[in-house]
C-alpha cells in the first residue's frame, strides 16, 4: 500500500513537472510573438526613418552588391521601382564608367568615406554626385550604406553641359540650314545667270531685227541714208539731257533706229523721186507711221516701240497724224523723236529740196516750241546745239 501511495505521489509530481513545462513553452511562444511584433515594428521603423532621410540612401551587400535596402527618395530619383532593385546590382543603374568606380572603390580593401561619380540619367542629363559611403552590418552580412549627395553647386555645370549639349544639337541644324540655304543661292544665281545668259541672247536677236529692218529701208532710200542713226543719235542725246532713265532711253534708240521702217510699203520711185510731191504721193508717204506700226507690232519688245514709231508725226496741236493726237496724250518718246526727225530732215537736204540747214530747222522748232513740239523737249534740244553738244555726221 506504500508502494502504491509513492507511485502515485511520484506521478503526480511527474504531472506537475509536464505542467509546468508546458506552462513555461507558452510563456516561450508568448514571448516568441512578443519579439517577432517587436522586429516587425524595430523594421517598419528603421523603415519609415530611412525614408525621412532626405537624400536617396541605398545599402548594398558588399559580397555581389545586391541591393539590401533603400528608400523611397532613391527610387523616385533614379526613376526606379521596386522590382528593378529587387532584380538587379547597384551597376545595373549607372554608366559603364561610374559603375567601374563604384565597384572599384568597395571592392578595395579600404573603401573611401565619399566617391564622386556622374550620372547619366534616361534623358541624356548629366548629374554628378557626391556619394558618401559607410561599412555596416544588414542581416548579419557586411554591407554599405551608400548616401547619395546630388551636387548643388554643380547644378550650375549641369546647366552648363545640357547648354552646351543643345547648343551642340542646335549648331548641327543651324548648319544644315546654312548648307540648304547656300545650295539655294547657288541655284538661284545659277538660275539668274541662265535669264541673264537668255535676256542677253534675246537682247541680241532683238538688236539684229532692228539693225536688219533699219537697213532694208535705207537700201531702198538712199537720200535718207543715216536718217534714221542720226535721229536716233539726237533723239537719245535729247532724252538724256531731260534726265530720262537709261532704260527709256535705250526704247528711244530702239525706236529711232526703226522709225521710218513704215517707207518699205512705200513706191521705192516716190521715196526717191526729185522735185514736189503730188498730194497723192504725200498721202502715200504720210502712211509709213502705221505702216511702221503694223510692222513693229509683232514683235515683244521691252517698250511700246510699236507706238512711239505710230506717234512719231503727231503734232502737240493736234494737226499730226494719223491719229491727230495732241499734247501729253502723244508719248514723250514720240515727241522726242518728231523734234530730232524735223532738225535732221530740215537740216539735211532731201530728194525734191536742198538742205535748208541747221539754223532753219532750229528756227521751225523755236518758232513752234509748244504749238507743233513739245516745249521741254524744244529746250532741250536748242541748249544742246547752243552748247555743241552735237552736230550730225553727214
Ligand atoms: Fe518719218
Known amino acids: 500500500m506504500k508502494d502504491i501511495d509513492k507511485s502515485k505521489e511520484q506521478l503526480l509530481n511527474e504531472l506537475f513537472g509536464l505542467r509546468d513545462e508546458v506552462r513555461s513553452l507558452k510563456l516561450s511562444v508568448i514571448d516568441l510573438k512578443l519579439v517577432k511584433n517587436e522586429l516587425k515594428e524595430k523594421k517598419m521603423l528603421y523603415q519609415a526613418i530611412m525614408n525621412l532621410i532626405p537624400s536617396p540612401v541605398a545599402i548594398v551587400f558588399k559580397k555581389d552588391l545586391n541591393f539590401a535596402s533603400w528608400n523611397n527618395l532613391f527610387l523616385k530619383r533614379f526613376n526606379i521601382d521596386e522590382e528593378f532593385v529587387k532584380n538587379n546590382k547597384i551597376l545595373a543603374l549607372l554608366s559603364d564608367r561610374a559603375g567601374r568606380k563604384i565597384n572599384e572603390a568597395l571592392s578595395s580593401t579600404k573603401p573611401p568615406d565619399k566617391l564622386d561619380i556622374h550620372y547619366v540619367g534616361n534623358n541624356g542629363n548629366e548629374t554628378k554626385f557626391k556619394v558618401n559611403i559607410k561599412s555596416v552590418l544588414y542581416n548579419g552580412r557586411k554591407s554599405f550604406l551608400l548616401l547619395f549627395n546630388e551636387e548643388i553647386l554643380n547644378k550650375e555645370e549641369e546647366i552648363n553641359i545640357n547648354l552646351e549639349k543643345k547648343i551642340q544639337k542646335q549648331n548641327v541644324e543651324l548648319k544644315k540650314v546654312v548648307d540648304q540655304l547656300q545650295k539655294e543661292i547657288i541655284e538661284r544665281m545659277q538660275a539668274e545667270e541662265n ?32 536718217h534714221q542713226q542720226m535721229v536716233t543719235q539726237l533723239a537719245c542725246l535729247i532724252a538724256t539731257e531731260m534726265g530720262l532713265p537709261e532704260n527709256q532711253i535705250e526704247g528711244i534708240r530702239i525706236a529711232g533706229s526703226v522709225h521710218d521702217i513704215g517707207k518699205i510699203t512705200v513706191p521705192a520711185e516716190i521715196l526717191s523721186k526729185p522735185g514736189r510731191l503730188t498730194e497723192i504721193e504725200f498721202m502715200l508717204i504720210k502712211e509709213h507711221p502705221k505702216a511702221g506700226y503694223d510692222i513693229l507690232k509683232g514683235i515683244e519688245f521691252p517698250w511700246k516701240v510699236a507706238n512711239f514709231v505710230l506717234q512719231h508725226h503727231e503734232r502737240m496741236d ?18 522726242i523723236l518728231s523734234v530730232a526727225d524735223v532738225v535732221e530732215a530740215m537740216s539735211n537736204h532731201r530728194p525734191y529740196r536742198p538742205a535748208w540747214g541747221l539754223n532753219k530747222a532750229l528756227d521751225e522748232i523755236r518758232k513752234n516750241k509748244g504749238i507743233l513740239y513739245d516745249p521741254d523737249v524744244v529746250d532741250t534740244c536748242l541748249a544742246i546745239f547752243k552748247n555743241e553738244k552735237f552736230q550730225f555726221s553727214i
Open 318 to 335: 493736234g494737226s499730226g497724224y494719223p491719229q491727230h493726237l495732241s499734247g501729253n496724250n502723244i508719248l514723250l518718246e514720240s515727241r
Open 195 to 226: 535669264l541673264q545668259s537668255s535676256f542677253d541672247k534675246l537682247s541680241r536677236v532683238l538688236e539684229e531685227v532692228v539693225n536688219a529692218l533699219a537697213s532694208s529701208v535705207e537700201k531702198r532710200d538712199p537720200y535718207t541714208y543715216g
